[in-house]
């Protein structure tokens, strides 16, 4: 599997928080925010990861980047095991990997200057004299749009919209190999979300980066990711070919998560289905296939067995006891 | 005659201590009984503060607020004093919120807060205020009402308390709901959710809504008429469908491209140039020509009037998409 085109993968990764009992002898439970999920992102791509809130997207960002440790399973990045290393070691290659946030208001320090904002990893790092630091700082703000007048001003003084890219900024400055996106553009206008994504790609393009992009709206995804992957309560339901899984989506929950982007054109005819209830609380998630509790599809052996991820045609694989139940066609 | 809502020239500034704030200038609005407006707009175009001065919920200093008109259901709300707004807001007009948490008390169970509503509006004991309550949470789709209703909003997910939002300005049967970005926060299927519970709720009491959002997307499912708003000032007002299939305004045009869509194949996202201008500094003439394509001399120099232009559309711009 790990060939050279491998920048990044993950076997088995379990990711589980212990649950305080209730009583010292009780059985000790656990949140399972990710259960076992093997993804491999290849050098160069943006690899969509989309699902609900609470599904263990950004606990899995977080592990990718070492920030959580795995209950149990590996991250391999550039061929090493990321929990294997030694902290000094880990430090050199957590500096290839960095992450963009989703709220620009919050990941920002309101009483530090964009200066001291976009500095600060190259100040962390060392080695930089301040003429070279100052110049890496005018050459980042140009890169991503804003220019030296907003030197010396503070997040407070922009929009959202210019909040973000000076997170951008700071986030290739120390030039990254593999950028985690964590929905940079949900806290974000509409009429901004473009600007941004195409900041992106540009930047992709120009620096040579592979992202991460976690998203809970396909439509964002779709024009952003050659492969995809969709999460339910930590596990992975349907991964592969951004187009693919967009023709032909085979689990029903990719299909509600479709159906739910509202479309400004008013004729469109689509399938609706609109899903009941909220993502359950992953604490003994249920048993047999997660997603049962919520699917209109489900039948009996739903509740008793759990689905394995099953290849479906090239590049698609699905975790459903009966892939494309209930499609029209 | 037959209006529910009328507002004439509304104005809000707020004095700061760099310069004058602009927030509203001018605005003109109109809503019938039982229909769902939309003020479409940026982050920063005055339409929460719009929405805000029509519940006289702006606090006086630090803003100012004048218009020459506003009245609801036949009352002037101009000459309300503190005292009578207090009788009007929850039960004639009442507001949804876009961030269900902070909108919500964290100390009080959501029962007790949808009980205010009805010891405050109407005659009922705390026994009756509490069937009444657990009603309305059954009618917007809260799973177990009954256990619900003991409930704190901490306890709630994203989704559970924007509908608790819902069925607490539903609760009196308003004649008009404001609800400002009510989505927003929610993850896509969720907001699909909500949006059916809004959608239901208010066709079959026949309220008026004002839905407040800077999503097309979300304009496109629920509203009947839009209004287009840019910097303070209405830029296009239009039937929902006219404005879809053909906006005359470069602004509306441009809002409705950058939403992203799931059937064309492009590469590339549509964006408008720029942001939107701070209101410190607004610019010249027309205040979209700093982001705007077609942008003429004329445009630089003078502000274009809002004018009618036929079939219920209004329009301020010199030149409009699709010929004059």
């Known amino acids: ?329 | 005659m037959n209006e529910l809502l009328n507002v004439r020239n509304l104005k809000v500034i707020f004095p700061t201590e760099r310069g004058i704030v602009r927030a509203v200038e001018g605005v003109d609005l109109h809503v019938k009984p039982g229909e769902c407006i939309a003020i479409v707009g940026e982050s920063g175009c005055g339409k929460s503060v719009t929405s805000l001065a029509m519940m006289k919920l702006l606090s006086s200093p630090p803003a100012l607020m004048q218009a020459d008109e506003m009245t609801f259901d036949g009352k002037n709300l101009l000459q309300l004093s503190e005292k009578q707004m207090l009788d009007i807001r929850g039960k004639d007009m009442s507001m949804i919120f876009q961030d269900a948490l902070t909108a919500l008390n964290p100390v009080m169970t959501i029962g007790r807060q949808l009980d205010e509503m009805f010891m405050r509006h109407t005659n009922m004991t705390r026994k009756e205020a509490m069937s009444a309550s657990i009603n309305a949470l059954h009618l917007v789709g809260v799973p177990g009402p009954e256990r619900r209703y003991f409930d704190y909003p901490h306890q709630l997910s994203g989704g559970m308390r924007q509908r608790v939002l819902i069925a607490m300005a539903f609760a009196i049967k308003p004649k008009l709901i404001i609800a400002d970005e009510p989505t927003t926060a929610l993850d896509v299927t969720i907001q699909a959710q909500v949006l059916d519970v809004l959608r239901k709720l208010q066709k079959e009491n026949g309220t008026a809504l004002i839905l407040i959002t800077h999503d097309l997307s979300v304009v496109a499912h629920m509203a009947d008429r839009v209004y287009v708003m840019y910097c303070g000032k209405i830029v296009e007002h239009a039937p929902l469908r006219d404005l879809f299939t053909h906006p005359k305004h470069p602004y509306t045009q441009g809002l409705l491209s950058s939403v992203p869509h799931l059937s064309d194949e492009s590469n590339r996202f549509v964006q408008i140039p720029d942001n939107v201008p701070s209101p410190l500094k607004k610019p010249s003439g027309c205040y979209f020509h700093t982001r705007c394509a077609y942008c003429t001399q004329e445009c630089k120099e003078r502000m274009p009037r809002l004018t009618d232009i036929g079939g219920d559309r209004m329009l301020r711009c010199h030149h409009p998409l699709g010929g004059e």
């Not at chain 1, 977080?62 to 149990?72: A, R």
């Not at chain 1, 689509?270 to 599809?297: H, K, Q, S, Y």
Request: aromatic letters at 8%; charged letters at 20%.
């Open chain 1, 1 to 329: 599997m790990s060939d050279n085109n491998t920048l990044l993968r993950t076997e088995n990764l379990c990711v589980w928080f212990p649950v305080r009992r209730a009583l010292p002898f009780g059985q000790k439970r656990y949140v399972k925010a990710v259960d076992n999920v093997s993804i491999t992102i290849k050098k160069g791509e943006t690899f969509g990861l989309v699902g609900e809130s609470g599904c263990g997207k950004s606990t899995l960002a977080n592990t990718l980047l070492g920030m959580q440790k795995p209950t149990d399973g590996k991250v391999i990045f550039k061929g090493q095991d990321l929990n294997a290393l030694s902290n000094k070691e880990f430090k050199e290659a957590r500096r290839d990997m960095q992450m963009i946030f989703q709220d620009p208001f919050s990941s920002l320090d309101p009483r530090w200057d964009v200066y001291r904002l976009i500095s600060e990893p190259m100040y962390i790092r060392g080695g930089y004299t301040k003429e070279q630091m100052e110049a890496e700082v005018l050459r980042l703000l140009h890169l991503v749009g804003l220019n030296e007048d907003d030197l010396h001003r503070y997040p407070s003084e922009f929009s959202g919209g210019q909040r973000q890219r000076i997170g951008i900024a700071r986030a290739i400055s120390l030039h990254p190999d593999f950028l985690v996106c964590d929905e940079p553009v949900s806290a974000l206008d509409v009429s901004v979300h473009a600007q941004i994504l195409n900041l992106l790609m540009e930047l992709q393009q120009e620096l040579n980066m592979t992202y991460l992009f976690i998203s809970h709206n396909l439509a964002v995804v779709k024009d952003l990711c050659k492969n995809l992957c969709v999460m339910y309560l930590g596990q992975v339901m349907e991964a592969g070919d951004t187009q693919t899984i967009f023709h032909n989506p085979l689990h029903p929950y990719t299909r509600s998560l479709l159906s739910a982007v509202l479309s400004v054109n008013l004729d469109e005819k689509r399938e609706r289905m609109v899903l009941n209830g909220d993502i359950p609380i992953p604490i003994d998630a249920p048993r047999g296939c997660r997603f049962c509790t919520r699917c209109p599809f489900a039948s009996a052996r739903c509740f008793q067995e759990t689905p394995q991820l099953t290849p479906q045609g090239e590049n698609h694989l699905v975790a459903c006891h009966f892939p494309g139940i209930g499609m029209e066609k």
